[in-house]
């Protein structure tokens, strides 16, 4: 089985910035694309952003030029920087692991954007 432990969420002030961490162990045969989704009360999940395993990255029309996907595959590490954060980004950001496999989502990590 595949584990994907998220890392670096929490409380902050509009147009400051986060960085997320997913970091991915076990039986992980060939990575296809990593994946950030956010989930906000109420809402469906969302794409948030991918990178596909030739490092083309894809992103929603309301995170680009704030966001950035990025990866490290060495580490089996999916990254997302969050700049410009608004209140609106307020969500559960869920990572994504999609391999040859299967697919793997990571628990969540809530990204609170508040004053």
């Known amino acids: 089985q595949v584990q994907l432990v998220e890392s670096g969420g929490g409380l902050v002030q509009p147009g400051g910035s986060l960085r997320l961490s997913c970091a991915a162990s076990?039986?992980?045969?060939?990575?296809?694309?990593m994946a950030w989704y956010c989930q906000a009360p109420g809402k469906q999940r969302e794409t948030v952003a991918i990178?596909?395993?030739?490092?083309?990255?894809v992103y929603a029309d309301s995170v680009k030029g704030r966001f950035t996907i990025s990866r490290d595959n060495a580490k089996n590490t999916v990254y997302l920087q969050m700049n410009s954060l608004k209140p609106e980004d307020t969500a559960v950001y869920y990572c994504f692991l999609g391999t040859t496999l299967g697919g793997y989502w990571g628990q969540g990590i809530q990204v609170t954007v508040s004053s």
């Open positions: 990178v596909d395993s030739g490092g083309g990255t």
């Open positions: 076990g039986s992980i045969f060939s990575i296809n694309y």
